[in-house]
């Protein structure tokens, strides 16, 4: 059974750090492509990054460029996305999600699994 389990949420001040994480199980990373996206309160769920089944394939959304890096440890099974100079804009529940699509899904439709989500909530 695939099952992916995001962690890492919490609050923080503007400017401040987080680092997700997303472990999954039933499968290998080396099989799958990642995504992370995020859905604020109203707002329709977004990519934030993804990444291909190969790994030679890695997107981010305009919004977070530079300030967000994806990075998968395959030993591991997990992925995560380091988050930094975080602004209240990017408050949302963050969610991983997988499939077997050989590209980097960027967009939600793309992707069958996934995991509960993470909140993040950047105040001061």
């Known amino acids: 059974q695939l099952q992916l389990v995001e962690s890492g949420g919490g609050l923080v001040q503007p400017g401040g750090s987080l680092r997700l994480s997303c472990a999954v199980s039933?499968?290998?990373?080396?099989?799958?492509?990642i995504g992370w996206f995020r859905q604020a309160p109203g707002k329709e769920r977004e990519g934030v990054s993804c990444?291909?089944?190969?790994?030679?394939?890695?997107y981010y959304a305009d919004s977070v460029k530079g300030r967000f890096t994806f990075s998968r440890d395959n030993a591991k099974n997990t992925v995560y996305l380091q988050m930094n100079s975080l602004k209240p804009e990017d408050t949302a529940v963050y969610y991983c999600a997988a499939d077997t699509t050989t590209t980097c899904p960027r967009a939600p439709w793309l992707l069958r699994y996934w995991g509960q989500g993470t909140l993040v909530t950047v105040s001061s």
């Open positions: 039933g499968f290998s990373l080396d099989d799958y492509a």
């Open positions: 990444i291909s089944r190969s790994g030679g394939n890695l």
